[in-house]
Structure formats: structure tokens, C-alpha cells
């Protein structure tokens, strides 16, 4: 929390004068009490009084002090709030290596579950598209706010083979259809890709990675898969391991950021993570009107209570 005006806090220091005037007024009444012939007589008829009695008043007339003062340096909060327009690609590697049971059910159908649950913790209104890509890229659907149109894309991922990592990316900034040199303030646009084998175009990755990062798109990858990974092609088990260096490199070069997921929950922490940041800017709001509330509040408690309790003001 942040203040606009910070030099309202000085108010705080009413909080201790006031607790110092009120240990002095009690001492005052202690030091010269009013004698009565039938004390004794009245002590014994006469319920006790709560200690609490006697400072309920007070405490809350210090917190309405202490909201007062927070209310006038006029305290600000950040949040993540929607940017219109903004724009992500799911990048899904759908090579054969994705039906390996090393993540549970399957690594395609955890990246499917995950992407899934992504599309309901983004914004309403960030545009969300999905490429898949083994030996050669396909847009299943371009950028869109139509969740259920990207669910269903997400159900026809079938593993089939090749790691065409440089051709699913290179399709997936197509579809942004993002201009050089364009102007600064256009809508924000990232790539989320996910993949668990070594590219198979060779250096075509990095070469779009660049070009992201020119275009400021930038890439966040996620390596699936545990290195024992394995799967069974023609009669045989192969391994098939993540290639997370790779990915981070990706990542590195575009200006985004890497994960690691060996498994289903993993996976889906990554994306709701995803999902909080992108498409969302951090934006500073005011909330006065809380603390402003909250000290009128507690000062008419403070004068109920003193009322109530003494049949006096504080």
C-alpha cells in the first residue's frame, strides 16, 4: 500500500496524546476522589464494573483517530486490472512424445486440462488463439474472447509426431498479425508455449524468438515431462525427455519467462499463474473512502458506547 499524500500520517501522532490524556485524567480521578459516608454500604449493594468499561470508549476513539489519519494521506493499492484488447497464443507441441504417461493421465491431456482451466482464470476480455504443431503448424483458432470456441479447439489435439517448435511459432505471431513498427500503445500480445522434446526444424526457434522480441511479444514456455519420460514407438521404448534449456533459451531471448512442470499439478499452478499475469496491468486505485468509513464507524461506536457505558461523551 502506497500514499498519495503521506504527510496525513502525521495525525497518527494524536494517537499516543490522546492515550497519555487519558492515563492522566485516570490517574486525576484516583488522586481526588469524592468521599460519601455510605461508601462501604454502596461498594457492597453495587455490581462490580468491568475494567473494560472504562477504555472501550477510548480505544475506539484512537482507532478513529488512527482510520482518520490513514484516510487523509489518501492510501492507493495496486491491482491487476484487464487490458482491452490484449492478445495470447497457446502453443501446443502435439508431437508423439505427448502421449507419455510420465504426467498423469497423459502429457497432452494435462496440457489440455491445463489450458482449459487457463482460459478461466484470464480476463473476460483478452483474446485468446491456439496453434498446434508437430512436423508442421496449424491454427486450430485464432485470437479470440469466445472461450468455448477455444475449448473445442483444445479437444481435437491428437499427438501425431515431429517437434516443428520454430514453425508453431512462427504461425502463432502470424496470427497476431503485429506490424514492425507499430505504434507503442497497441494492445499487449504474448505466446505460451508448451512443449517437451527438442525442436526438429533446427534454429528456427530462435530466429522467431527474436523477431517476438522485436515485435515485443514476448514468449513464456513450459517444459512438461520428467527425464525418465518415455513412450512406445514401433514395438519399442524410446525416451523422451523435456528439453528445458531449450525452452528457456526461447524464453531468455523474447523477453519472457520459463517453467518447469513434471506434473499435472505443477502444470496447472504454472498456468494459473499465467493466468493472473497476462493480460492484466498493475494499476494503482485509491481507497480513501475505506479508512474514511471505517473512522466514522468507529467514532459513533465511541460515543454509543460512551453513552451506554457512562452516560457521558468521551
Same mark, same amino acid.
Given at each position: 500500500?502506497?500514499?498519495?499524500?503521506?504527510?496525513?500520517?502525521?495525525?497518527?501522532?494524536?494517537?499516543?496524546? #490522546?492515550?497519555?490524556? /487519558?492515563?492522566?485524567?485516570?490517574?486525576?480521578?484516583?488522586?481526588?476522589?469524592?468521599?460519601?459516608?455510605?461508601?462501604?454500604?454502596?461498594?457492597?449493594?453495587?455490581?462490580?464494573?468491568?475494567?473494560?468499561?472504562? /477504555?472501550?470508549?477510548?480505544?475506539?476513539?484512537?482507532?478513529?483517530?488512527?482510520?482518520?489519519?490513514?484516510?487523509?494521506?489518501?492510501?492507493?493499492?495496486? @491491482?491487476?486490472?484487464?487490458?482491452?484488447?490484449?492478445?495470447?497464443? !497457446?502453443?501446443?507441441?502435439?508431437?508423439?512424445?505427448?502421449?507419455?504417461?510420465?504426467?498423469?493421465?497423459?502429457?497432452?491431456?494435462? #496440457?489440455?486440462?491445463?489450458? +482449459?482451466?487457463?482460459?478461466?482464470?484470464?480476463?473476460?476480455?483478452?483474446?485468446?488463439? !491456439? @496453434?498446434?504443431?508437430?512436423?508442421?503448424?496449424?491454427?486450430?483458432?485464432?485470437?479470440?474472447?469466445?472461450?468455448?470456441? @477455444?475449448?473445442? #479447439?483444445?479437444?481435437?489435439?491428437?499427438?501425431?509426431?515431429?517437434?516443428?517448435?520454430? =514453425?508453431?511459432?512462427?504461425?502463432?505471431?502470424?496470427?497476431?498479425?503485429?506490424?514492425?513498427?507499430?505504434?507503442?500503445?497497441?494492445?499487449?500480445?504474448?505466446?505460451?508455449? !508448451?512443449?517437451?522434446?527438442?525442436?526438429? *526444424?533446427?534454429?528456427?526457434?530462435?530466429?522467431?524468438?527474436?523477431?517476438?522480441?522485436?515485435?515485443?511479444?514476448?514468449?513464456?514456455?513450459?517444459?512438461?515431462?520428467?527425464?525418465?519420460?518415455?513412450?512406445?514407438?514401433?514395438?519399442?521404448?524410446?525416451?523422451?525427455?523435456?528439453?528445458?534449456?531449450?525452452? +528457456?533459451?526461447?524464453?531468455?531471448?523474447?523477453?519472457?519467462?520459463?517453467?518447469?512442470?513434471?506434473?499435472? *499439478?505443477?502444470?496447472? =499452478?504454472?498456468? *494459473?499463474?499465467?493466468?493472473?499475469?497476462?493480460?492484466?496491468?498493475?494499476? +494503482?486505485?485509491?481507497?480513501?473512502?475505506?479508512?474514511?468509513?471505517?473512522?466514522?464507524?468507529?467514532?459513533?461506536?465511541?460515543?454509543?458506547?460512551?453513552?451506554?457505558?457512562?452516560?457521558?461523551?468521551?
Amino acid at each position: 500500500m502506497s500514499f498519495v499524500s503521506p504527510l496525513g500520517l502525521l495525525v497518527l501522532l494524536a494517537v499516543p496524546l #490522546a492515550l497519555l490524556a /487519558h492515563v492522566l485524567a485516570g490517574r486525576r480521578r484516583r488522586r481526588y476522589p469524592v468521599r460519601f459516608p455510605a461508601l462501604a454500604t454502596l461498594a457492597a449493594v453495587a455490581a462490580p464494573e468491568p475494567r473494560w468499561n472504562r /477504555h472501550l470508549p477510548f480505544a475506539l476513539l484512537a482507532l478513529a483517530l488512527a482510520a482518520l489519519a490513514f484516510s487523509l494521506a489518501r492510501p492507493e493499492k495496486t @491491482v491487476q486490472v484487464a487490458v482491452e484488447r490484449a492478445s495470447v497464443v !497457446l502453443v501446443t507441441d502435439v508431437s508423439r512424445s505427448m502421449s507419455a504417461t510420465d504426467v498423469s493421465p497423459s502429457r497432452l491431456e494435462a #496440457a489440455r486440462s491445463a489450458a +482449459k482451466s487457463f482460459l478461466d482464470e484470464v480476463p473476460d476480455e483478452l483474446r485468446v488463439g !491456439l @496453434v498446434a504443431y508437430s512436423d508442421s503448424a496449424q491454427t486450430l483458432q485464432t485470437p479470440t474472447t469466445d472461450r468455448d470456441a @477455444v475449448s473445442r #479447439a483444445l479437444d481435437t489435439l491428437q499427438p501425431i509426431s515431429g517437434t516443428a517448435t520454430g =514453425a508453431g511459432l512462427g504461425t502463432a505471431l502470424t496470427d497476431l498479425k503485429i506490424r514492425r513498427g507499430s505504434s507503442a500503445r497497441r494492445p499487449p500480445a504474448a505466446l505460451v508455449l !508448451l512443449s517437451d522434446g527438442k525442436a526438429t *526444424d533446427g534454429s528456427a526457434a530462435d530466429r522467431v524468438a527474436e523477431e517476438a522480441r522485436r515485435l515485443r511479444v514476448p514468449i513464456y514456455t513450459v517444459a512438461l515431462g520428467t527425464p525418465e519420460g518415455t513412450i512406445e514407438l514401433q514395438g519399442r521404448t524410446r525416451a523422451a525427455p523435456p528439453d528445458p534449456e531449450a525452452l +528457456k533459451r526461447l524464453a531468455a531471448t523474447s523477453g519472457g519467462e520459463a517453467f518447469e512442470a513434471e506434473d499435472s *499439478d505443477e502444470l496447472d =499452478a504454472v498456468y *494459473d499463474r499465467l493466468g493472473s499475469q497476462i493480460g492484466t496491468k498493475p494499476e +494503482k486505485r485509491e481507497i480513501t473512502t475505506y479508512f474514511a468509513g471505517a473512522a466514522l464507524l468507529l467514532l459513533g461506536a465511541a460515543l454509543v458506547s460512551s453513552l451506554r457505558l457512562g452516560g457521558r461523551l468521551p
